[in-house]
């Protein structure tokens, strides 16, 4: 777990699995620093954080505002990368617009953070990315996002060996529980995500808390590199 006055700097912090792991690296006496598109949004999302926390605006298909971002902070102890832009693109009806801004923001907007990131890493600290399952377990609509979430597992691959010593860790997440993903599902979603849930040993969704306790482990773990970390209940055997 981030230890009191290591600074987390969460991508993607103001909404979501995001927000959960920067609420629990405050509670635990970290400094965080939260970031999204909108700086009032993100401002606003770290007053409801527990001790020193920051809200700064970061778009990742802005190279300009994440070098900003980074030229801003000093020492950065863990690099948590959960921002997703998701679309509903299925081949039949290909969107390679949304498709190009989807891709962008989740591959190369994940390496543009390490790089801009990388002069104030602590040597041992480490990167957090978060991936998702629909790479191997396709759902309506994901075709963009089950290439991103592909391209990110050979993104933590190749930085696990540029950037020693700061270790580079994915978490991929299945179906969470008490998320919008799920909770805003429309029926088709819906229907095949209950379906999963069924066919998984423990007819049992993860939960924000295992994520956040998932992140936890790659972040404090110094024999973890390079590796994905799978936390879908056993989803994927389904």
């Not at 089950?146 to 190749?158: P, Q, T, Y």
């Not at 991929?172 to 066919?199: H, N």
């Not at 482990?217 to 390079?226: S, Y």
Request: proline share 5%.
């Amino acid at each position: 777990m981030p230890r009191a006055n290591e600074h987390v700097v969460v991508i993607g912090g103001t909404s979501g699995l995001g927000h959960h792991v920067a609420q629990a690296s405050a509670a635990l006496g970290a400094r965080v620093t939260i970031t999204g598109r909108d700086l009032d949004r993100a401002r606003h999302a770290a007053q409801g954080l527990s001790g020193d926390a920051a809200g700064c605006s970061c778009d990742l298909t802005d190279w300009d505002s994440i070098d900003r971002l980074f030229q801003s902070l000093d020492r950065v102890d863990h690099l948590i990368l959960c921002a997703l832009q998701r679309d509903h693109n299925t081949i039949a009806d290909f969107d390679p617009g949304a498709s190009a801004r989807t891709s962008l923001m989740k591959n190369v907007g994940y390496a543009a953070a390490v790089h801009f990131a990388l002069p104030r890493l602590s040597s041992e600290g480490s990167v957090v990315m978060f991936s998702g399952l629909s790479m191997w377990m396709p759902m309506p609509g994901s075709t963009t996002i089950s290439m991103a979430n592909a391209g990110v597992i050979g993104l933590v691959n190749s930085l696990a060996t540029q950037i020693a010593p700061v270790r580079v860790n994915a978490v991929t997440p299945g179906v969470v529980a008490g998320t919008s993903a799920v909770d805003d599902a429309d029926a088709i979603r819906t229907d095949r995500y209950a379906a999963l849930k069924l066919r998984t040993p423990g007819q049992r969704l993860p939960t924000p808390a295992d994520i956040v306790a998932a992140t936890f482990a790659l972040t404090d773990n110094p024999g973890i590199n390079g590796a994905n970390l799978v936390v879908d209940g056993g989803m994927h055997l389904a």
